[in-house]
């Protein structure tokens, strides 16, 4: 039995043991991680039941803490959900094995041939909060991509985390690999997250997957290198040429099918020339939807509105909140989101192709969407299979971080007798 009481000397051994199966993954084979995760998968699938019953669990200690409707929809499993977990574990196995894969290769005048080939990072941290499906994804993606993984969930999915990770510890064994290659970490402890900031013998890199003040607390603190998001701070622009359509469509989904995660819009932006029509139109539909609108002038003329605050702007609310201006061109919604976005994503609703070249040429964050809802920011709506976490960073990995953005690489350098001279 580990001793929870010394967190120092538990997550020194755990730090220990991942460091040691991350030397053996690094070298498994295709065939086997894939067996991994192929088992993995079914055994969630066969242990549905459990799942949703430890997510009971979870769901009441929510209640009892008083977390918003769109905390606990972020927490919730029923087996629709845990059914997209299954299909994304087995997306992630099907999908073609990055490390080895050959990135460059060139010959020299020296006689040298030189390739650059995909290699794991080594051992992977991830902190997160009460997304258990994170525990799935965040192994899958690290076995995938011959790492091994220290997880640290939330103490909101505490039961739900360690009935998946039981799932995932059984797809290892089925491929003959180190259970030591997925860990979480077996405590709610803060004091837990602390120790894996400072893992620089252990680990190589920590995700941080969460709210703002995790994320943040993680980017202050932490020795080890980071891959983070601070926030979703996600804007939807109604140019003067968008379709009514799709403007309403694009809106709706892209704050109402989820408002907790971070891919929800949070931010309304529509030109001048139509914000009493399409504009109009939009922000009657939301309110009708059950989104409280938070706007600037001349967009509070429809009912239901309430007055925005300075504060308003640049706020990730993951809840049924949406701030709300009119801006006079496309170069006042750029200089907008330059100024409140977080580079996470934003988007244009246009028919007009030159704008929305304009806007993806000027704006720099991690994803840029024309027509399409921000919802689709997932690695799993980019063919990733499953993500770590979006990454708004610009060094190493950007956007959805998937199994190929988990590897580094090295240099494999080939002569014959060749010297320098």
Partial sequence: MKDLDNIPALMADIGARA??????LACAGAGAKQTALLAAADAIWDSRADIVAANARDLDHAHDKGLSGAMVDRLMLDEDRIAGIVASLRSVAG?????GQVMAEWNMPSGLHIQRV????????????????????????????????ILRGGSESFHSARAIHACLLAGLRKAGLPEDAIQLVPTRDRAAVSEMLGMTEF???????????LVGLVQREARVPVFAH???IVHVYLDKSADPVKALDVVLNAKTRRTGICGAAECLLVHRD????IGADVIAALIAAGIELRVAPPLDATEGTIAANDDDWGREYLDSIMAARSVDDIDAAIAHIQRHGSGHTDCIVTEDEAAAAHFFERLDSAILMHNASTQFADGGEFGMGAEIGIATGKLHARGPVGAEQL???KY??????????
């Fill in 19 to 24: 460091r040691a199966a991350s030397r053996i």
């Fill in 95 to 99: 999908q073609d094995d990055p490390v």
């Fill in 118 to 149: 995909r290699t794991p990072l080594g051992v992977i941290g991830v902190i997160y909060e009460s997304r258990p499906n994170v525990t799935a994804d965040a192994g899958a993606l690290c076995l995938k991509s011959g790492n091994a993984v």
């Fill in 203 to 213: 680990i190589d890199v920590i995700v941080p997957r969460g709210g703002k003040g």
């Fill in 230 to 232: 601070l926030e979703g």
């Fill in 274 to 277: 139509i914000a009493d029509t």
């Fill in 407 to 409: 590897t580094s690489f």
């Fill in 412 to 421: 494999l350098v080939r002569g014959n007798g060749t010297v320098r001279g």
